[in-house]
């Protein structure tokens, strides 16, 4: 067929699972990169055509692109399965190691992170979403950000961004798919309306998109892990959601100029994961995680209060209270808004402060002793 021998002998495409476009390089040119097959693009192949007295135009081009005479390319795991045998040095930890910081966890948390982000680029695990996040904390100039980006390799940052806009869910949901790794760059800038797409976000395994125009809803694949940054330290809100991250504290400037082996970096990563290397975090790791966060979290002003009017009671003092009486009676002494939903994550609170409690038929009561008596 005259159309496909022109087009196999001056280009090459290929159709890119992660951008989901069809890409393409001119076969005799010093341009090896693949870029975007764009309008431009496809009137220029057109009009070559028509040079050599091929009567090809722009639908007859788009016919053969969109078909499966061109092949499926997935870079990712291009990238992953062309590496070189792993060398036997531990370069996931030696990366983590440049951030300096008081965590003990920090380099043995940073590398189960780090072959879960592997792990789903090789779609070994579609059932869960690697739900855990970094989140580096400390003052401008540190290079946090710096340091984020320079987790992926050169040939695959552009499957890298820093931005997403959690206020359009469409968008960022989609970006769970486009992108390998997103950095939630000023975590502290994400409102406290949105930190509960955050948490379905962080948590969600696949994309189940609807066709525009149509009633077709399209399954896609999860890709995207997630790291973080955050000028400011009081950044939890909801003490349940503690686990997803791994929070540090930067105490100096991150050393971004130590030369990385990436292809030694990744091969590890490979090496270690077909050898059976556990990439989920377990829960002594996640108890860990939650009892290192408790210094980032904010203490709500209910929590705050309850200090000061009430504090545990030993067993043969004190009385039995529901979080509400408790609420009630630090409202009257401070007139903080009372309402259902506080009183409901006072609970937690309450519960994460291991106060004394005891079921009971009209609900979980507090042994507790007054401070401040009216």
């Not at 809100?237 to 971004?256: L, N, Q």
């Not at 100029?257 to 059976?276: F, K, S, T, V």
């Not at 009561?365 to 007054?370: A, K, S």
């Amino acid at each position: 067929m005259q159309t496909e021998e022109f087009m196999k002998r001056r280009y090459e495409f290929r159709h890119n699972t992660q951008i989901g476009e069809v890409e393409y390089r001119e076969r005799l040119s010093f341009r090896f990169r693949f870029n975007p097959l764009d309008k431009r693009a496809l009137n220029s192949i057109a009009l070559d055509a028509q040079m050599e007295g091929i009567p090809l135009w722009d639908r007859d081009i788009s016919r053969y692109i969109y078909s499966n005479r061109v092949p499926v390319f997935n870079p990712l795991e291009d990238f992953l399965y062309r590496l070189p045998a792993w060398d036997g040095k531990d370069r996931i930890r030696a990366l983590a190691a440049t951030v300096p910081c008081k965590n003990p966890y920090w380099m043995d948390l940073f590398h189960r992170w780090f072959l879960n982000m592997v792990s789903h680029w090789k779609g070994s695990n579609k059932k869960y979403a690697n739900s855990v996040s970094p989140l580096l904390v400390g003052p401008q100039g540190t290079r946090k950000s710096t340091f984020c980006r320079s987790i992926m390799p050169p040939s695959e940052r552009s499957y890298y961004t820093d931005s997403i806009d959690f206020s359009r869910k469409k968008d960022a949901e989609l970006y769970l798919n486009r992108f390998a790794l997103i950095n939630i760059d000023e975590f502290d800038q994400v409102s406290s309306t949105q930190q509960g797409f955050l948490k379905h976000i962080l948590q969600k395994p696949v994309l189940n998109v609807k066709k525009p125009h149509g009633s077709a809803v399209l399954e896609m694949r999860r890709y995207a892990s997630f790291i973080a940054t955050s000028n400011q330290k009081d950044l939890l809100t909801d003490p349940s959601g503690s686990r997803r991250f791994i929070c540090i504290e930067v105490t100096g400037v991150i050393d971004t100029n130590r030369p990385i082996d990436y292809e030694q970096l990744y091969a590890q990563a490979m090496y270690e994961l077909e050898h059976g290397e556990r990439y989920w975090f377990d829960q002594e790791e996640e108890k860990i995680m939650v009892e290192n966060n408790r210094e980032f979290e904010q203490v709500p002003p209910e929590e705050q209060l309850f200090f000061r009017y009430f504090r545990a009671a030993q067993p043969e003092e004190g009385e039995w209270l529901s979080p509400a009486e408790i609420m009630e009676d630090i409202q009257k002494g401070s007139s903080i808004p009372m309402s259902v939903k506080r009183v409901n994550s006072f609970g937690r609170i309450l519960k994460k402060q291991e106060i004394p409690s005891k079921h009971t038929r009209s609900g979980t009561l507090y042994h507790v002793v007054r401070l401040i008596t009216r």
